[in-house]
């Protein structure tokens, strides 16, 4: 990953911080000495993108990043997200293979992550056994939930997977404040289809759109349909 402000060390508090969040550090020894380089990043910051080049193994201290495909015409489709304690599918492949960035890592949040230069990454990949199964440990879990991902895409209708999101993403107020674009995002289709049902439903009298927000008026429906 790449951000904006440049790199600084880890301070004693965050280094806890890392160590909570991944125990691995601690039971370790070379990254439990490792001084890591730390990195702060802003909320809508771009990460990475494709073509760049994948330069270091990188330790999410706070946040939320989101790790997306993006086509020639800007439509995206939501892979995973990363939060602290988890790790980038992608950069570890790339790391592995000595290959640069296909997909773009977006900042949900503000928050920092710390990172060891790609040299370090395969001495501990050569060096350690414990290092090594943590690596493809968390390439399996992850595949995982990438390959499900694409199932729920390919027989799960867009309909209902769109229910689904609107009540997952629904506050007490029975409001949900996700922008249209970034709903197409997550479910891997296009913004003219989640305007469309969106549309539909309103007139349905399940729910009503404002800019900026959807009031869900008609909850159980909306469940229905999700299942």
């Known amino acids: ?15 806890q911080v890392l160590s909570n969040v991944f125990p691995e550090v601690s039971s370790i020894p070379d990254m439990e000495n490792y001084s890591w380089k730390k990195q702060s990043f802003k ?11 994948c330069d270091r193994f990188m330790l999410l201290g706070h946040g939320v990043v989101r790790v997306e495909l993006q086509n020639p015409q800007s439509r995206a489709m939501v892979l995973y997200r990363i939060e602290p ?14 290959d640069v960035y296909s997909f773009i890592a977006v900042a949900e949040t503000d928050g920092w992550f710390c990172w060891a ?17 943590w ?9 995982k939930q990438v390959v499900d991902r694409f199932a729920q895409h390919a027989f799960i209708s867009v309909e209902s997977r769109l229910a ?28 003219e ?22 009031e869900i008026l008609d909850i159980q429906t909306l469940v229905d349909i999700a299942v």
């Not at 999101?165 to 709903?183: A, F, N, P, T």
């Open 1 to 15: 990953m790449s951000a904006s402000d440049k790199p600084l060390e880890l301070k004693l508090a965050e280094q």
């Open 43 to 53: 909320h809508s910051e771009v990460l990475f993108k494709p073509g760049q080049p």
């Open 85 to 98: 304690g988890q790790l980038c599918i992608h950069s570890l492949i790339n790391l592995i293979n000595d």
């Open 117 to 133: 230069d790609k040299d370090h990454f395969h001495e501990w990949m050569t060096q350690s056994g414990d290092f090594q199964r």
């Open 135 to 143: 690596i493809f440990n968390n390439i399996g879990s992850r595949f």
């Open 164 to 191: 689904g999101l609107l009540i997952e993403k629904m506050g007490q107020d029975q409001l949900v404040h996700w922008k249209q674009s970034d709903m197409a995002a997550e479910l891997g289709t296009a913004r």
């Open 193 to 214: 289809i989640v305007s469309r049902h969106l549309s539909r439903w309103q007139k349905q009298n399940l729910l009503e759109t404002r800019r900026g927000v959807i």
